[in-house]
């Protein structure tokens, strides 16, 4: 613990007081612990608005919602291999990339019309592969969800 002076009635005092016991002035640790915490407080703030940003960005893309819904089924699939055919997995990721066609068929946007033309090549790449093998390989399955989560 140091003494240094205090700037309104120049006793000696202590670096670690808030404010002079003599005159009731404030020191500069006390002004630069507030100012710190206003700091600190302005710095979380503006963190948690850019990550809430970010967060309603990402969900509010409808291509994430249908991807999501497309490895879920993928994902299903995998795990229940004997209550789903082959047949009925194509069709569904089928019925999913015509529900996404017609929700945004008139969007301009380049990177909806290749998300939809890649979930149609997966879900008749499916039923070419089904064709031949009557369970298609977990690793196929999970080359379909990498190429879905690429979009």
């Known amino acids: ?67 999501h819904e497309a490895i ?6 995998k795990q229940d291999k004997d209550l789903i055919t082959i047949k009925e997995l194509s069709q569904q990721l089928e019925d ?13 946007n380049l990177s909806y019309s290749i998300f939809s033309n890649g979930l149609g090549v997966i879900s008749s790449s499916i039923s070419i592969d089904g064709r031949y093998d009557s369970n298609l390989s977990n690793a196929k399955i999970d080359e379909y969800i990498k190429q879905l989560q690429q979009y």
Do not use: R, W
């Open 1 to 67: 613990m140091a003494l240094v002076k205090c700037k309104e009635c120049g006793k000696e005092i202590s670096n670690q007081a808030a404010t002079c016991p003599n005159c009731g002035a404030k020191t500069e640790t006390s002004i630069k612990k507030k100012h710190n915490i206003f700091v600190s407080i302005c710095i979380i703030t503006v963190i948690i608005m850019i990550l809430l940003c970010v967060y309603f960005i990402h969900t509010s893309n409808p291509i994430n919602k249908y991807k």
């Open 72 to 77: 879920s089924i993928l994902e299903q699939y």
């Open 96 to 108: 999913l990339q015509h529900e996404f066609d017609k929700q945004y068929k008139y969007n301009d």
